[in-house]
């Protein structure tokens, strides 16, 4: 966000809520801050708040209900602020997933804007060998049967740990493996925008490591129950993306369609983020934003502001906390059936993979 308001030639002032708690924070804490006038203060401090990775912008990340407790209040909570009576709340997500699953998870389905990253990074460059510049990265764990069947395969890489460097390091490699564990991450736009060539499975590999037990996807669970259109929800594979990203069983491999045009293709993702943000400023009261010092508001694309559909047909739109009690409780029945079968269908894949063994 710093980098983007610096675009945008905006004063940008951070606060960290750190001090306030550890993640998982719960309602009663919650309204203690809000009574000792902590939040009143804040809001007398600047004209726009910006409330990111939690979940008046809330930017939603793909965390926005991690280690929430108390999630059935917590979810009936954001409904409440996404009605159409709570005035001065915008929404913005960083990738397709969020205004999905928080359809899913809450039935709350405001207005949203998908305002990517814009890929900043400012890691220098590392030393990468001339030898290891003819390798693969792949940062894959040690102890996953990935990693395993990569190394059974005699397939040329080198590991890189926490600390490999970056973009700027990365791009000096021959290509960087990864086997995604999250729908949207921020090395993803930083490889975008530097131009790494980076190889992934193809979504139906994908799929299938999962469903077999062998890749480890925590947000499956929720990708999931968009049908299969899921990938439509993960950043790695979006058509928006996916153009400038390899799979891993290409026959021909065009670096240079990656390294040239895929900085080339995200340069323009960003505009279109940053004049985004530009058209959600003028929303709120504050017309004129230039962009990158040449460009106004009105000269640049535009973004969409789209809603997410509800879960699925029998699932209403709550009307009152009433209704929204007796929805939640059906969405939670049919969410813990289609869950129960998923682990279910699951074992009967391995079992029958050990049976055939």
Not at 107 to 126: C, D, V
Request: negative net charge; charged residues 25%; aromatic residues 12%.
């Amino acid at each position: 966000m710093v980098h983007v308001t610096s675009r945008l030639n905006l004063t940008f002032q951070t606060f960290n809520p750190g001090f306030l708690g550890d993640f998982g924070m719960d309602g009663g804490r919650a309204n203690q801050i809000i009574d000792d006038g902590l939040v009143r203060l804040i809001c007398q401090t600047a004209d726009v708040i910006i409330v990111a990775d939690t979940i008046p912008v809330l930017e939603m990340t793909t965390r926005f209900d991690w280690y929430i407790g108390d999630q059935k209040e917590y979810f009936k909570l954001l409904w409440k602020l996404s009605l159409p009576e709570v005035k001065n709340m915008f929404w913005v997500a960083n990738n397709p997933l969020e205004p999905l699953d928080l359809s899913f998870e809450a039935l709350a389905t405001p207005k949203f804007r998908i305002l990517r990253p814009t890929g900043f990074s400012e890691l220098n460059a590392q030393d990468v060998s001339e030898s290891d510049q003819k390798l693969a990265l792949c940062r894959e764990d040690e102890n996953s049967a990935i990693f395993a069947a990569m190394k059974q395969m005699k397939i040329p890489f080198k590991r890189g740990n926490h600390g490999y460097g970056g973009p700027k390091t990365l791009v000096k490699y021959k290509a960087f493996i990864e086997f995604p564990y999250q729908v949207s991450t921020m090395k993803l736009y930083e490889n975008l925008a530097a131009g790494v060539v980076m190889l992934f499975p193809s979504k139906e590999f994908f799929k299938q490591l999962i469903q077999t037990g062998i890749h480890s996807f925590h947000p499956w669970d929720k990708i999931s129950r968009a049908g299969d259109n899921w990938h439509m929800y993960m950043d790695y594979y979006h058509p928006d993306i996916s153009p400038y990203s390899m799979l891993i069983n290409d026959e021909n491999l065009d670096t240079k369609n990656v390294r040239v045009n895929g900085p080339k293709a995200y340069a323009k993702l960003v505009t279109q983020t940053l004049h985004g943000w530009a058209q959600l400023f003028d929303e709120m009261g504050f017309p004129g934003i230039i962009v990158d010092n040449n460009s106004s508001t009105a000269s640049g694309p535009d973004v969409d502001v789209y809603r997410a559909p509800l879960y699925k047909d029998g699932i209403n739109a709550p009307t009152s906390e009433e209704s929204w009690e007796q929805e939640f409780r059906a969405l939670e029945a049919w969410r813990n059936t289609n869950r129960a079968k998923w682990i279910q269908d699951l074992w009967q894949v391995r079992n029958q993979e050990k049976t055939a063994a």
